[in-house]
């Protein structure tokens, strides 16, 4: 039996299994520790197309494998991320934040609308596999760095001092407005940069290699805080090289 061919599916099925433990934890109220999780997946995600790569054992069950592996982390998992932070978000609002049980059954509705992340990362998802434009670029916003930007959240908030039940804001329309922005970002038809490199020269890679720099450096000053601020960067360069370097790049 060929055991390399299944090294890169046993690093996808490592980052299957972060997400589940991802859900565990949200479930359980540590946001936090949910938000390493999927740091820790998004890690395994990047290892198991390189290793799949340097092997040169890449597969279609491969790449479906890594697809379930990516709705479960990168879409559910924010999905409930985000169902928690409107859920306290709520509860603080309603001024019942020692009795849940208190929480009107309008505003608790409002929880539920978090999960047009999963319904959206499920359609990017879908169209990235049978999309031949985006082996070079992403069409939208991909569904790991969506996840990094919500995940994110209560750890900024965390680490900050802010008891980690305390909501992120005080309104819960807020996070509602976030959830549906960052969703249509998903499958808006946006040409983003893709961190493949063919080569190393600058005058193929400019868009690339400013958009690491600027990363490291916001991440060095901002630390965690930087990592929502990256995602935006990423947008925001990506329709400059649209506009002035699309036909160079």
């Not at 540590?30 to 092997?55: C, E, P, Q, S």
């Not at 047009?116 to 434009?133: G, H, Y």
Request: aromatic share 12%; net charge positive; proline share 5%.
């Amino acid at each position: 039996m060929n055991i390399k061919k299944h090294i890169p599916n046993a690093i996808t099925c490592g980052n299957l299994l972060c997400g589940c433990l991802a859900i565990v934890k949200a479930f359980e109220g540590n946001l936090v520790w949910a938000a390493y999780l999927v740091g820790i997946a998004l890690v395994l995600d990047f290892f198991d197309g390189f290793t799949a790569r340097l092997l040169k054992v890449s597969s279609p069950i491969g790449k479906d494998l890594d697809s379930l592996a990516d709705m479960v982390t990168f879409g559910v998992v924010p999905g409930i991320v985000m169902f928690k932070l409107i859920f306290l978000a709520v509860a603080y609002d309603e001024g019942t934040y020692s009795d849940r049980s208190w929480i009107s059954d309008n505003l608790t509705k409002l929880t539920y609308f978090a999960f047009i992340i999963p319904i959206f990362s499920a359609v990017r998802l879908a169209k990235f596999n049978n999309d031949t434009r985006q082996s070079d670029s992403f069409i939208g916003v991909p569904t790991p760095a969506n996840a990094m930007f919500i995940c994110s959240i209560p750890v900024i908030y965390h680490l900050n001092g802010v008891a980690t039940d305390m909501p992120f804001t005080e309104s819960p329309y807020v996070l509602c407005f976030v959830s549906l922005i960052m969703s249509l970002l998903l499958v808006a038809p946006i040409p983003l940069l893709a961190l493949k490199f063919k080569n190393f020269s600058w005058a193929d890679n400019k868009m690339r290699f400013i958009l690491i720099g600027l990363a490291i450096v916001t991440l060095a000053v901002f630390q965690f805080v930087g990592i929502p601020l990256v995602i935006i960067l990423y947008i925001l360069l990506s329709i400059v090289n649209n506009i002035f370097f699309k036909k160079k790049v």
